[in-house]
């Protein structure tokens, strides 16, 4: 996986009645949540996201039905195929992103380190590969 981009495996608790899934600040997820959002009712052949963060953390869960979600640090792009709510996409650095080939049945959840915050947000690809490279120097 590119770095800056992690898969998390979540402990599934089941037993004869079913499953059940736990995530605690610091310990399934590396931070402390602030917001959690979730993103459903997506229209086929609609791509969303194509931003980038400056400093949130968020861990990306597909509940159900699944979503193609790309990833770009700069210099590689990945496509991850999100499609089970036992792992968990975890991203802690400025990544592009976009998501796309919703299922009509996809719920996407978000756990994120901040609030809503326009300012930490990257919308021009080009301003991301600025701000990649002013980081890394
Ligand atoms: P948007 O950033 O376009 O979603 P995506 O993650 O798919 O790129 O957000 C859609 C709308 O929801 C937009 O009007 C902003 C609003 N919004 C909030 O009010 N709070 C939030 O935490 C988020 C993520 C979005």
Redesign the pocket.
């Known amino acids: 996986m590119i770095e800056g981009v992690q898969k998390i495996k979540f402990e599934i608790h089941g037993d004869h009645r079913g499953s059940l899934i736990a995530i605690e600040n610091f310990k399934e997820i590396p931070f402390v949540v602030k917001?959690l959002?979730y993103?459903f009712n997506t229209s086929e052949n609609v791509v969303?996201?194509?931003?980038a963060h400056k400093k949130l953390q968020q861990m990306v869960i597909c509940m159900s039905g699944s979503c193609d979600f790309m990833v770009d640090n700069g210099d590689e792009k990945e496509v991850i195929h999100l499609d089970n709510n036992h792992e968990g996409l975890y991203i802690n650095k400025p990544i592009w992103r976009e998501?796309s080939k919703f299922s009509s049945d996809c719920v996407l959840v978000?756990l994120?380190s901040d609030?809503?915050d326009t300012e930490d947000?990257i919308y021009s690809y080009d301003e991301f590969v600025t701000y990649k490279r002013s980081v890394n120097k």
């Open positions: 917001r959002y993103i969303r996201g194509k931003h998501m978000v994120a609030i809503y947000y």
